[in-house]
C-alpha cells in the first residue's frame, strides 16, 4: 500500500497569511490524526478524525487552526493569520480502528516556516 | 495524565555496539507502546509496538523492546548498531483502550561513531 502523503513538504510564509497543508492517509485507514512538532521536541497531538467527524481537539489547536475531512478520505489543515510561532513540522497519521489497538503511521510532515 | 520521559537527549555508540534507550512512561492503566524512529527531515517510522502479551517485542531492522511494568519501563535495543541507525527515537504511550492520540517523549537523538 502506498503510505501517508501529505504536501507540500515545505512551505514558507510571510506572518499574516494563511496556509493550507493537506494529507491523504492510508486508502483503508478510518482515522486520521495532525501533529505538530517543533524543534527538539516530539509530536503534539493537534486533532483526530474517525471518518468525516472531528472528535477530538487539543488545546494547542486555537481558534486561527481549523481542519477538515470532508468525505472521510483525506483532510486539510489551515492556519489563518500565521505567526512566528507556527512554525513547526505539522505531521498527519492514519490508523484503521479495529479491537481498540490501532496503530499510527505517520507521513513525512509539512515544514512551515513563517518569516 | 499520561507522560513519557526519555532522560537521555543524545547518545553516542561506536559501530558494531550494542544499544540501550531508555523509556519510562506514567500511565494508570495497562499502556500501549510504541516506539519511532525519524531521520532528519522526515516523518516517523513505526520500529515496534506493545499492547499485550509477551513482554519482549521484535521490531523492524533489528530492533527490539522490552515492557517492565514493575519500572514504568520500555526500553529499546539493539545487539549492533549499523552507522545507518543514527536517527532521533521516539517512545510513545497511547492513553487509552482505543486510544485516540500518542503522548511523546522529548526524544533520544542517537550519533554512531566509526
Known amino acids: 500500500d502506498t503510505g501517508v502523503s501529505q504536501d507540500p513538504r515545505h512551505k514558507i510564509t510571510k506572518r499574516g497569511q494563511n496556509v493550507t497543508f493537506r494529507c491523504d492517509p492510508i486508502s483503508e485507514h478510518n482515522r486520521l490524526y495532525w501533529y505538530r512538532q517543533t524543534l527538539g521536541q516530539g509530536p503534539e497531538f493537534l486533532t483526530y478524525f474517525q471518518n468525516e467527524a472531528q472528535l477530538e481537539k487539543s488545546r494547542l489547536l486555537s481558534d486561527r487552526f481549523s481542519a477538515e475531512r470532508p468525505k472521510g478520505s483525506f483532510s486539510t489543515l489551515e492556519i489563518q493569520r500565521t505567526e512566528q510561532g507556527d512554525s513547526a513540522m505539522y505531521l498527519c497519521?492514519?490508523?484503521?480502528?479495529?479491537?481498540?489497538?490501532?496503530?499510527?503511521?505517520f507521513g513525512p510532515g509539512t515544514r512551515l516556516t513563517v518569516l | 495524565a499520561q507522560s513519557v520521559t526519555q532522560p537521555d537527549i543524545h547518545i553516542t555508540v561506536s559501530e558494531g555496539a550494542s544499544l540501550e534507550l531508555r523509556c519510562n512512561y506514567s500511565?494508570?492503566?495497562?499502556?500501549?507502546l510504541f516506539w519511532y524512529v525519524q531521520s532528519p527531515g522526515q516523518g516517523l517510522q513505526l520500529l515496534l509496538k506493545y499492547f499485550s502479551g509477551d513482554t519482549l517485542v521484535q521490531g523492524i531492522k533489528g530492533f527490539e523492546a522490552e515492557f517492565k511494568r514493575s519500572q514504568s519501563s520500555f526500553n529499546l535495543r539493539k545487539p549492533s548498531v549499523h552507522w545507518s541507525d543514527a536517527a532521533e527515537y521516539f517512545c510513545a504511550v497511547g492513553a487509552t483502550p482505543g486510544f485516540q492520540k500518542l503522548v511523546f517523549g522529548t526524544g533520544t537523538r542517537l550519533l554512531v561513531s566509526p
Open positions: 497519521a492514519s490508523s484503521f480502528s479495529g479491537a481498540g489497538t490501532d496503530t499510527q503511521y
Open positions: 500511565y494508570g492503566a495497562t499502556p500501549y
